[in-house]
């Protein structure tokens, strides 16, 4: 056949106007494009059902068996011909709408049949529309194949009469062609290790397997090999990364830390931080850019290692950046260095979008000069005419709020770039990790501070509001605080404001003044009555704080012990879970109410019983990727992994990570790919090109 880079308007059956569509419709180009578009389910033909086994649903089967009569129903519009179709287990019926006549002088009576078609469940009873019918002596010697490949079609494909019909003759076409000229693009030692078929093989059987043993074969060496060249791309990136970029070298601890660590630290690290501390170290110590991405849940105890941290910049003589996510965030993380900090001549500053000018002039001079060792504050630090004198390290928190953008500012600044360390509290999920930690390096905090008690969740419905509310007054008796959360969503802005108004209203019925005092915050109160209120709440002089979703970040009130969150159906897992962290940081224990509606979709119900079920981020953040797929879950919308064709992260994650264990091997034994046995290998991936990655800080 003509090279994979054959033009498909060239393939038997397509010329121009159908090439045009191809392109347009399904991004095929080329012949070696047409080879690698791949079915999306089969539909098999390999066994026959019996009528009293028949699967409970709509799926398509193949049954053997005679027709026994043949009626006619009159209906509104038109007749119904309907006939019965026995076995020896059952009888089920066959019906049609069309074409009657011509479908009536065709059938024969009591003569054995092979249909085939989608079954439709009808008071628990089965029938068939418009089967697919061979007399049985006919089927037997028809040529056939036991499974069609069923390919991704578009509407506009079908109505310019490129069916599935079509598109399978075009790939027999190209098969039949190819012959064995297929190219191999794994080498021969890891085909022999892992027993996999070979790439012609494979390519043939995708689209025309002979037994679901075949498929399976095939689908698994495809789909290894769409996992391995993907990590080995995202490994080589690292790789270069590393090599390239060079990095200031803290290479003492002095007496910043160290005085600190002795003297003021006010708990034991959890052996989980001072893992990660480790790995930063040898980061910061390594001549090389750090880029590294901190996970820890929700209470980790992420803070204290990023104070840590900056005070070994500060030994080595360099200034250090906090960046939060908004000003109340970046306001608490200032209040408590400084606490910490007491008592140290390390100077810190806040700067944030309302720093007034007078002070902002302060903070620059004082940056400039190199007098400021550490800057807290929001996005306003990382604007142009913020100059450090050698700003050496970079924490930013909570980086889902942050665009790519923003980040790539902090590179600009220095010749020799800042170490950066972000900081999340939304687990990524293992499965995903993965397949994008290829080029960014991640330490995780997977344990708790000791003596937390993990928050008792539970669901309520509305009916239950009483019940609720009753609780509530027992915590406040207690002098513990309360959160409640209402939704709030852009389609249904309007809306939720009213709700949140209305709850606000029904509350302040329910806990009447002056016995308690409640707090209200949401986003479009100006920041001053915003911060107000947020004061109130968290000096102990309101007991309750009704809120929309603008807490979800990161405030820290210890004596808050329960989270009531409304319409919890409407929320996404992961905000959920950053909801319910506001409460079980202090020693008592603490609650988070789920309230909700009785009508809620399944997938609604599942998130709140995995709430309900787990206290546990990782665990929380797998089922959200379960449900709501790769492509939905932050971060990842732009990532060139999910572009992938036929393996699937979640499905099948046994298989990611052998290629990517694989993918590893080679390149420590091999790193620039000069082997022999290895050739096909660098071939291969100067044919790929995934796009880059969201996770790559530098582009
Ligand atoms: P997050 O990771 O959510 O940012 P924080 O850094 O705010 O968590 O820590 C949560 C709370 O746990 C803080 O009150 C902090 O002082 C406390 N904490 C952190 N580390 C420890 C530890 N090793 N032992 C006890 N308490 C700790
Ligand atoms: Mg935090």
């Not at 080879?35 to 193949?62: A, C, G, M, T, W």
């Not at 996992?227 to 690292?238: R, T, V």
């Not at 930063?280 to 803070?303: A, C």
């Not at 919890?568 to 988070?592: I, K, P, W």
Request: net charge positive.
């Amino acid at each position: 056949m003509g090279g994979g880079q054959t033009a498909i308007e060239f393939l038997k059956g397509v010329g121009p106007e159908r090439a045009r569509l191809l392109n347009e419709e399904l991004n095929i180009k080329t012949f070696q494009d047409l080879l690698h578009f791949f079915p999306n389910r089969y539909i098999d033909r390999s066994q026959f059902h019996s009528i009293n086994k028949l699967p409970q649903n709509n799926s398509e089967v193949q049954i053997k068996g005679k027709i026994t009569s043949i009626e006619y129903v009159s209906q509104k519009r038109g007749k119904r011909m309907i006939a019965k179709f026995e076995d020896e287990t059952g009888v089920m019926e066959l019906v049609w709408f069309r074409g009657l006549k011509w479908i009536r002088d065709s059938l024969k009576l009591n003569q054995d049949y092979v249909i085939f078609g989608r079954l439709n469940w009808f008071g628990g009873r089965a029938n068939m529309a418009h089967p697919e019918m061979d007399l049985e002596i006919n089927f037997q010697n028809k040529l056939r194949a036991d499974f069609y490949p069923i390919y991704p079609s578009t509407e506009k494909l079908i109505n310019k009469g490129i069916s599935q019909r079509v598109i399978q003759k075009l790939m027999t076409h190209l098969i039949e062609k190819a012959g064995e000229a297929f190219k191999e693009t794994l080498p021969i030692y890891i085909i022999d290790h892992y027993k996999f078929i070979a790439k012609s093989k494979a390519l043939k059987e995708i689209h025309y397997p002979n037994s679901h043993k075949d498929l399976v074969n095939a689908e698994s060496r495809l789909k290894f090999e769409e996992f391995f060249y993907m990590q080995l791309q995202l490994l080589l990136k690292n790789l270069q990364r590393k090599k390239k970029i060079r990095g200031f070298v803290f290479s003492k601890v002095g007496s910043a830390f160290n005085i600190f660590f002795k003297e003021h630290l006010p708990f034991n690290l959890t052996d989980a931080q001072k893992r990660v501390i480790k790995e930063i170290r040898n980061d910061l110590g390594s001549g090389r850019q750090m880029n590294r991405l901190l996970q820890g849940d929700v209470g980790s105890g992420k803070t204290i290692v990023a104070l840590l941290i900056m005070l070994i910049a500060i030994d080595n003589g360099f200034q250090t950046s906090l960046v939060a996510p908004t000003e109340i965030l970046a306001k608490q993380h200032y209040q408590s260095i400084i606490e910490l900090l007491d008592g140290s001549h390390i100077k810190i500053k806040l700067l944030t979008g309302s720093t007034k000018l007078k002070d902002r002039k302060i903070i620059h001079h004082e940056l400039e000069s190199g007098e400021l060792s550490i800057l807290v504050g929001t996005h306003a630090v990382l604007e142009e005419k913020v100059k450090f004198k050698n700003l050496g390290l970079s924490i930013i928190d909570e980086q889902h709020r942050f665009g790519v953008a923003q980040r790539a500012k902090l590179w600009v600044k220095n010749k020799i770039p800042p170490h950066i360390l972000v900081m999340t509290a939304t687990p990524i999920p293992r499965t995903l990790a993965m397949s994008i930690y290829g080029d960014l390096d991640v330490s995780v905090i997977d344990s708790l501070p000791p003596g937390r008690r993990p928050v008792k969740t539970s669901h309520r419905n509305d009916k239950k509001r009483l019940g609720v509310f009753a609780f509530v007054k027992e915590q406040i008796k207690l002098g513990r605080q309360i959160y409640m959360v209402y939704p709030l969503i852009k389609e249904s802005e309007k809306l939720d404001y009213k709700d949140l108004m209305d709850g606000y209203d029904s509350i302040s019925r329910s806990f009447p003044q002056p016995e308690y005092q409640i707090s209200i915050v949401h986003g479009q109160m100006k920041p001053e009555n915003k911060s107000f209120e947020m004061k109130r709440f968290v000096e102990g002089k309101t007991q309750i704080m009704v809120a929309t979703t603008v807490i979800e970040v990161g405030v820290n009130v210890p004596n808050a012990s329960v989270m009531v969150i409304e319409s919890a159906e409407r929320f996404g897992l992961s905000q959920l879970h950053q909801l319910r962290g506001r409460v079980g940081r202090g020693s008592d224990q603490s609650y988070c109410i789920l309230m909700s509606g009785t009508k809620i979709s399944q997938e609604g119900k599942t998130r709140l019983e995995t709430m309900v079920k787990t206290n546990d981020g990782f665990e929380i953040a797998e089922v959200d990727l379960r449900l709501r797929g790769p492509g939905n879950l932050m971060g990842t919308q732009q990532s060139g992994i999910l572009k992938l064709k036929i393996a699937d992260i979640i499905k099948d994650n046994k298989l990611l990570k052998v290629a990517r264990d694989t993918a590893n091997q080679i390149l420590k034994k091999d790193p620039n790919l000069e082997k022999a046995e290895n050739q096909i290998i660098k071939r291969t991936l100067s044919t790929i090109n995934i796009e880059s990655n969201i996770w790559n800080f530098i582009s």
